[in-house]
């Protein structure tokens, strides 16, 4: 019912840049909380970023405040993560998630999952 489309993962060097985008489709409904979570090999998924329906609240991860940007166009129900000074940690699968209307915290918050898209980032 709701699908989460991805894209602008890619590979690059250490103090780059990348943003990310996410559309969700399939149905009329745009309340949905959305964010970002990433997980790297031999770790679990963690939340990055999120977003409220409404673009006016957000959250980051205290290793990626600063650096990061979670915005959304509510209009067309899409959510970007722009990603600036890029660490060789920031290396991980990325996925989109989303939740109608409430906060997202953990992976067990997610209604909806994006397929993840590969960030790597050089050194």
């Known amino acids: 019912q709701v699908q989460l489309v991805e894209s602008g993962g890619g590979l690059v060097q250490a103090g780059g840049s990348l943003r990310l985008s996410c559309a969700a489709s399939g149905r009329a409904f745009t309340r949905y909380t959305m964010g970002w979570f990433r997980q790297a090999p031999g770790t679990e998924r963690e939340l990055v970023a999120r977003i409220s329906w409404s673009g006016l609240s957000t959250n980051y991860s205290d290793s990626v405040k600063g650096r990061f940007t979670i915005s959304r166009d509510v209009a067309k129900n899409t959510v970007y993560l722009q990603m600036n000074s890029l660490k060789p940690e920031d290396t991980a699968v990325y996925y989109c998630?989303?939740?109608?209307?409430?906060?997202?915290?953990?992976?067990?918050?997610?209604?909806?999952w994006g397929q993840g898209t590969q960030v790597t980032v050089s050194s």
């Open positions: 998630a989303a939740r109608k209307y409430w906060a997202i915290v953990t992976p067990r918050d997610v209604e909806y």
